[in-house]
């Protein structure tokens, strides 16, 4: 064994067979994991502390070597791919790593439902390396399925160690792993392996795939093998005619639990916040703190804060833990596989639509998991028109006024119009990349494989804690971070005064014009100006503008905030552009950063400012023609 340098084990495998699902059990780890292909497009690495089992114990026993407890080794987790011979940047990064000579040893990780398939990403790495441990998953799958599969003589074949394990057994993926990477480890020395990829080793591929399926028919053993479920299912979830009326379906259920069961909540949450904001004032002013200070920190930063916070955390605690179960469940894929053929019209790629998935939960997460796409310009497209779907953060103002204009007495028909509301973004984005596809990004679509992973049961408690700790309050921190700076910005806007109008009014009176020939006003243009840094923040600037009090106003019934809107001029065609200019407008200040990182490019960068900037004044300045035109 190498002593300089702690010992690195690579964990491989296809797309989709529970990789990264193994990977945060052995160290501990967040990596995301979900029900589709795709989530892991870097190595993501972590310590992983070996069990001290009595197998080790025995076996280090055996050839002569003295107990040295467990061992801390480097887990690294590669991309998946299908083959070392990569067609697309993640394979190429998963290669590298798999073929890396310093590295170990490698954990391939099988889905033990397909082996077949599986085998043959085995068999091209036996080629460069025989320090390989089979990790066969999913064997709950397997049974469920009537087969079983013969690891012993799937080891005897392959001439490596074989172990199998299931996604949701912790102890028993520990264990056996343990083993394995210990027996694998304490023979260092006696394996062979190149010095990197050598694609003259995979010159015959149907030689490769024979011999997999070879295998694969002596060790899979079909005893009372059923139908799988999961093609029953997709003979209606991917149907043509009717797999869209399914999904919009599926989302119309979650957005009305979402806008139905966040009421309540965001009530009382709201009340509660605020009610500590004057023991803070008083708080301050005990301090010593000069009162203007004082005003700034509790009227400006934390009542913005105590807004957001509100207003953001009973949609979030309530959307993502459903979003996150259909995740799981593995209907994304079918997702992607339905809109395939609206992208490819587009020359587009259909992972356009996982990454525009993505895109309700968080825009900036949605953008660096464009990163799946293999194609540059492909990704290009799918970054510039994510922010065309709506993330979370922009949720709270749509549910708002679409429940105070649209349907106050109704949860399903307010549920139904903010279905309708991502229908449009989804069909802004498909128009906006079919015009970048023909100017800015020409090109024809590549082809990608899909893999419909099948249906599995999601574990509810793991669900909940990963939508809330993972997802949810990440959301809700990076929303804090971005709204306590701003808001001592805005309260210094509405409270310093040139003339006899604060600097914020002479913004709204200036934009005013420009914003009521788009049918809105110059004091939402600056409200969503001012709102750059996050979308949650728009609407309680807007308040503010409204009621002149220089602070953001505590108003947590939406009659009160209604009725305030009305007096302040706004109409039906003002809050349906306020829905309209919410889906299209420029991305939130991390959206663009991302944007900035991932494309490297400041003219990508404002490309993405502008496209869903002029989508959203154009058609908010033509519904407002012909809202005049016949009204």
């Not at 549920?415 to 128009?431: R, V």
């Amino acid at each position: 064994m190498r002593e300089e340098k702690m010992i690195e084990i690579v964990l491989a495998g296809n797309p989709n067979v529970g990789k990264s699902t193994i990977f945060n059990c052995l160290t501990g780890m967040k990596q995301h994991t979900g029900n589709w292909a795709g989530k892991t497009v870097a190595n993501a690495e972590g310590i992983w502390k070996t069990e001290d089992t009595a197998g080790a114990k025995a076996f280090m026993k055996d050839i002569g070597i003295s107990q040295r407890g467990a061992v801390n080794i480097k887990l690294i987790d590669a991309p998946g791919c299908y083959s070392l011979a990569a067609s697309s940047m993640e394979e190429e990064v998963a290669r590298d790593q798999i073929c890396d000579p310093q590295a170990d040893g490698v954990i391939v990780v099988c889905d033990g439902t397909c082996l077949e398939r599986n085998l043959i990403l085995v068999l091209q790495i036996l080629k460069h390396r025989n320090d390989v441990v089979i990790c066969v998953n999913l064997m709950d799958q397997v049974r469920k399925r009537g087969l079983s599969i013969d690891t012993k003589k799937l080891s005897q074949i392959l001439g490596v160690q074989v172990v199998s394990t299931e996604s949701s057994e912790k102890k028993l993926i520990k264990k056996n792993l343990s083993d394995a990477v210990i027996k694998l480890t304490e023979r260092e020395g006696t394996y062979e392996r190149t010095s990197g990829y050598d694609p003259d080793l995979l010159k015959d591929p149907d030689e490769i795939a024979a011999q997999a399926q070879e295998i694969a028919a002596g060790v899979v053993i079909r005893d009372n093998e059923k139908e799988d479920t999961s093609i029953k299912i997709d003979r209606a979830l991917t149907n043509p005619v009717v797999g869209f009326p399914i999904m919009a379906m599926m989302f119309l259920i979650i957005f009305w639990l979402t806008v139905q069961g966040a009421n309540y909540p965001s009530d009382i949450l709201s009340r509660a916040l605020f009610s500590l904001e004057e023991p803070f004032h008083s708080g301050l002013i005990d301090l010593g703190i000069p009162i203007g200070i004082c005003d700034m920190l509790a009227y400006g930063m934390y009542r913005v804060l105590a807004w957001v916070v509100s207003v953001m955390l009973p949609p979030m605690a309530i959307f993502f833990p459903l979003f996150t179960l259909l995740e799981d469940w593995g209907f994304l894929p079918r997702i992607a596989f339905n809109l395939d053929r609206c992208f490819k019209c587009c020359k587009a790629c259909g992972k356009q639509a996982l990454t525009m998935c993505m895109g309700l939960g968080c825009n900036a997460s949605a953008v660096v998991g464009c990163r799946i796409i293999d194609s540059k310009r492909e990704r290009l497209l799918a970054m510039i028109t994510n922010s065309l779907i709506p993330c979370n953060g922009r949720f709270p103002l749509l549910i708002a006024v679409i429940t105070m204009f649209f349907a106050a007495e109704s949860g399903w028909k307010g549920a139904a119009i903010l279905t309708l509301a991502i229908m449009l973004g989804i069909g802004a984005t498909f128009l906006a990349t079919r015009v970048l596809s023909q100017t800015l990004l020409k090109g024809m679509p590549s082809s990608f494989t899909l893999e419909l992973p099948p249906y599995r049961k999601p574990e509810i408690g793991k669900v909940i804690v990963r939508s809330i700790m993972d997802r949810t309050l990440f959301v809700l921190a990076r929303a804090v971070a971005v709204a306590a700076p701003a808001g001592l910005i805005i309260w210094i806007l509405a409270n310093v005064t040139v003339g006899d109008m604060s600097l914020i009014a002479h913004l709204s009176s200036f934009l005013d014009p420009v914003g009521r020939f788009m049918g809105l006003d110059g004091v939402i243009l600056a409200a969503f100006i001012l709102g750059i840094p996050a979308n949650e923040i728009v609407l309680p600037i807007a308040m503010m503008i409204y009621m002149s009090t220089g602070t953001l106003g505590e108003v947590s019934d939406l009659n009160f905030f209604h009725q305030l809107l009305i007096d302040n001029g706004w109409t039906m065609l003002t809050a349906v552009n306020m829905i309209i200019f919410s889906l299209m407008h420029w991305p939130c200040a991390t959206t663009l950063l991302s944007i900035k990182k991932e494309s490297g490019s400041y003219g990508w960068t404002a490309v993405s400012f502008l496209v869903p900037m002029i989508m959203g004044t154009v058609i908010c300045s033509f519904t407002a023609c012909i809202y005049r035109f016949f009204l």
